[in-house]
C-alpha cells in the first residue's frame, strides 16, 4: 500500500486556507498525523477519505487517483471520524452487523463470526444486546473502533482515535492497531496526543498552520530537540521567569516546590540540568523554536 500526496491545497469559501501545498509519502505500517488543533489535520483526513475535494494538488492510493476512483478507494477505507454517530435503535451487535454489510461481507455467518470476534476484541461482547445509545463513552469510541476494522480495510483512518478512553482502553486500542500494522495496510491516525503516535508509529507528520512542518521517524525528531530540554528543581521568583519565557513542558509539586521540565535553545541565569528527550519534549521544541522559524 502506498499513498502519494501532491502539492495538495485546501482553501476555504470564507479565504481561510486550511492546508498549503503538501507532499507527503505515506507506506504500509502506522503512520502518525501529528499537530495542534486547527493544525489542518481533520481537512487532510476528510480529503483522504472521499468527503471533502481540495482546491490544488493530488493524491494517490496505489496508483488510484482519489479524484477520478473515489469509489474504489472507498471499498478499501475504514473510517473513524471524531464525531463517530451512529443509530441510537440497533443494539451493539447488529449496529455492527450493520456496518459488516456495508462493508462487503454477504455471507450471514461469517458476518455474525466477524461481529463476535470484533467485538470480543474491543471489549465490548458482554454488553453486545445493549442499546448503542445506552453505551457508557468509551465504549462508543470502542465501537467505533470496531465498525472502522470490521471490513478489514487496507487504508483506516482514525481521527482522534483514544478520545474519551481511559488508559486501559488506550492500551487495547494501541494492541489492536499493532495487530493490524503487521499486514499490507496502511492505518494513519490522527491526533493531538503525543503519546498515541510515540506508543506504536513508525513514521509521523507535523502539521502547523496548514503546513507540513516535519515528516520522519519519532527518533527523527526526538534528536532534533537533543540539547535542548531542561530541568530545574525551583520556587518563587524562578518559577515565574520560566512560565513568562520558555515553554514548559510538566510541572510536578515538590516539597520546596516544583520540579519543572521545559524546552530552550539555551537557559541563562538559572541552575538548570539538561535531560534527554522524549517525544513530547521534541513535538514542544519543533513547533516552538523551529517549525515558526522555517
Same mark, same amino acid.
Given at each position: 500500500?502506498?499513498?502519494?500526496?501532491?502539492?495538495?491545497?485546501?482553501?476555504?469559501?470564507?479565504?481561510?486556507?486550511?492546508?498549503?501545498?503538501?507532499?507527503?509519502?505515506?507506506?504500509?505500517?502506522?503512520?502518525?498525523?501529528? /499537530?495542534?488543533?486547527?493544525?489542518?489535520?481533520?481537512?487532510?483526513?476528510?480529503?483522504?477519505?472521499?468527503?471533502?475535494?481540495?482546491?490544488?494538488?493530488?493524491?494517490?492510493?496505489?496508483?488510484?487517483?482519489?479524484?477520478?476512483?473515489?469509489?474504489?478507494?472507498? %471499498?478499501?477505507?475504514?473510517?473513524?471520524?471524531?464525531?463517530?454517530?451512529?443509530?441510537?435503535?440497533?443494539?451493539?451487535?447488529?449496529?455492527?452487523?450493520?456496518?459488516?454489510?456495508?462493508?462487503?461481507?454477504?455471507?450471514?455467518?461469517?458476518?455474525?463470526?466477524?461481529? %463476535?470476534?470484533?467485538?470480543?476484541?474491543?471489549?465490548?461482547?458482554?454488553?453486545?444486546?445493549?442499546?448503542?445509545?445506552?453505551?457508557?463513552?468509551?465504549?462508543?469510541?470502542?465501537?467505533?473502533?470496531?465498525?472502522?476494522?470490521?471490513?478489514?480495510?487496507?487504508?483506516?483512518?482514525?481521527?482522534?482515535?483514544?478520545?474519551?478512553?481511559?488508559?486501559?482502553?488506550?492500551?487495547?486500542?494501541?494492541?489492536?492497531?499493532?495487530?493490524?500494522?503487521?499486514?499490507? &495496510?496502511?492505518?494513519?491516525?490522527?491526533?493531538?496526543?503525543?503519546?498515541?503516535?510515540?506508543?506504536?508509529?513508525?513514521?509521523? &507528520?507535523?502539521?502547523?498552520?496548514?503546513?507540513?512542518?516535519?515528516?520522519?521517524?519519532?527518533?527523527?525528531?526526538?534528536?532534533?530537540?537533543?540539547?535542548?530540554?531542561?530541568?530545574?528543581?525551583?520556587?518563587?521568583? %524562578?518559577? %515565574?521567569?520560566?512560565?513568562?519565557?520558555?515553554?514548559?513542558?510538566?510541572?510536578?509539586?515538590?516539597?520546596? /516546590?516544583?520540579?519543572?521540565?521545559?524546552?530552550?535553545?539555551?537557559?541563562?541565569?538559572?541552575?538548570?540540568?539538561?535531560?534527554?528527550?522524549?517525544?513530547?519534549?521534541?513535538?514542544?521544541?519543533?513547533?516552538?523554536?523551529?517549525?515558526?522559524?522555517?
Amino acid at each position: 500500500m502506498n499513498i502519494s500526496i501532491q502539492e495538495l491545497s485546501k482553501v476555504y469559501d470564507n479565504g481561510k486556507c486550511a492546508l498549503s501545498d503538501i507532499n507527503l509519502e505515506i507506506e504500509s505500517g502506522m503512520f502518525g498525523l501529528l /499537530g495542534p488543533n486547527g493544525a489542518g489535520k481533520s481537512t487532510l483526513i476528510r480529503i483522504l477519505v472521499t468527503l471533502m475535494s481540495p482546491t490544488a494538488g493530488k493524491v494517490f492510493i496505489n496508483q488510484l487517483d482519489l479524484s477520478k476512483n473515489r469509489g474504489e478507494v472507498r %471499498d478499501m477505507l475504514g473510517y473513524l471520524p471524531q464525531d463517530f454517530r451512529f443509530f441510537t435503535k440497533l443494539k451493539t451487535w447488529e449496529f455492527l452487523d450493520y456496518a459488516a454489510r456495508l462493508s462487503g461481507i454477504k455471507n450471514k455467518k461469517q458476518r455474525l463470526q466477524k461481529v %463476535d470476534m470484533w467485538l470480543e476484541k474491543v471489549g465490548l461482547f458482554d454488553v453486545r444486546e445493549r442499546n448503542a445509545d445506552k453505551l457508557s463513552g468509551g465504549m462508543k469510541r470502542r465501537l467505533g473502533i470496531a465498525q472502522a476494522l470490521i471490513g478489514e480495510p487496507k487504508l483506516l483512518v482514525v481521527d482522534e482515535p483514544t478520545t474519551g478512553l481511559d488508559p486501559e482502553e488506550r492500551i487495547r486500542f494501541r494492541n489492536i492497531m499493532s495487530e493490524i500494522s503487521r499486514y499490507d &495496510a496502511i492505518i494513519i491516525l490522527s491526533t493531538h496526543i503525543v503519546g498515541d503516535i510515540s506508543s506504536i508509529c513508525n513514521n509521523m &507528520a507535523l502539521l502547523g498552520n496548514g503546513k507540513l512542518s516535519f515528516n520522519g521517524s519519532p527518533e527523527e525528531l526526538i534528536e532534533k530537540a537533543v540539547g535542548h530540554v531542561w530541568q530545574i528543581n525551583t520556587s518563587g521568583t %524562578d518559577y %515565574d521567569i520560566l512560565k513568562n519565557n520558555y515553554p514548559v513542558i510538566s510541572t510536578i509539586p515538590t516539597d520546596n /516546590g516544583w520540579n519543572v521540565q521545559f524546552v530552550a535553545d539555551t537557559v541563562t541565569n538559572l541552575n538548570v540540568t539538561q535531560i534527554e528527550p522524549t517525544l513530547e519534549h521534541a513535538y514542544v521544541y519543533f513547533m516552538e523554536y523551529i517549525s515558526n522559524n522555517n
